[in-house]
Structures are given as structure tokens and as C-alpha cells.
């Protein structure tokens, strides 16, 4: 019900960034969360950054001070700003959206940070 296109993933060096989108197939209005996670090599896919209908973020540990989650109503499309990236940093990201209840994943885009 919910269909998510993801773009942005490349491969950057360490320090550097990238910017993640997500846009969504439906009014990001209707939408209580829509979320980034990531998923590395031999790791639990685990949640990134999340920004709330009504606007509160919340961002892992792990990425907070470098990650920025922001929306944009109006283009229903949600970013990930990717500063002072790290090779831990690596993985494939996806954009989530928690839509009555249920979870909708995009296709994923990869991210390295390697020299």
C-alpha cells in the first residue's frame, strides 16, 4: 500500500558524505514514522534515524551529531544527510515507513566508506 524508491548510495571515503532519499507513493501526512535502517555484513538490520508524523527524530548512538533525518511534506519524500562518514558505516540502507501498524521497505541502496 505503501511503495518507497530509494536513491543516493555510493561510495564515499572515510569523512566523507552522502545524502539519502526516500520518496514515498502516498501523502507522508497518513504516515506515523517513516524510519532509516541499515544492515552491514553479518549484522541485525538496525534502525538509523526516524522522523515522526509529527515530527520528532531519533537517531541511533552510533550516528548522532553525523545523521540528519528531515522530511519534506509537499515532495513526500524523506532525506538522510551522511556526514564524517565512517568504514563502521558501511551497509545497505533502507527507508521504512510504519503505516497503520504495518512496515514497508524500500529496495535498499548500498553505502561503502572505504579509501
Known amino acids: 500500500q505503501v511503495q518507497l524508491v530509494e536513491s543516493g548510495g555510493g561510495l564515499v571515503q572515510p569523512g566523507g558524505s552522502l545524502r539519502l532519499s526516500c520518496a514515498a507513493s502516498?501523502?507522508?501526512?497518513?504516515?506515523?514514522?517513516m524510519d532509516w535502517y541499515r544492515q552491514g555484513p553479518g549484522k541485525q538490520r538496525e534502525l538509523v534515524a526516524r522522523i515522526t508524523s509529527g515530527g520528532s527524530t531519533f537517531y541511533a548512538d552510533s550516528v548522532k551529531g553525523r545523521f540528519t533525518i528531515s522530511r519534506d511534506n509537499a515532495k513526500n519524500t524523506v532525506w538522510l544527510q551522511m556526514n564524517s562518514l565512517k568504514p563502521e558505516d558501511t551497509a545497505v540502507y533502507y527507508c521504512n515507513a510504519l503505516y497503520h501498524g504495518v512496515n514497508y521497505w524500500g529496495q535498499g541502496t548500498q553505502v561503502t566508506v572505504s579509501s
Open positions: 502516498r501523502s507522508i501526512f497518513s504516515i506515523s514514522a
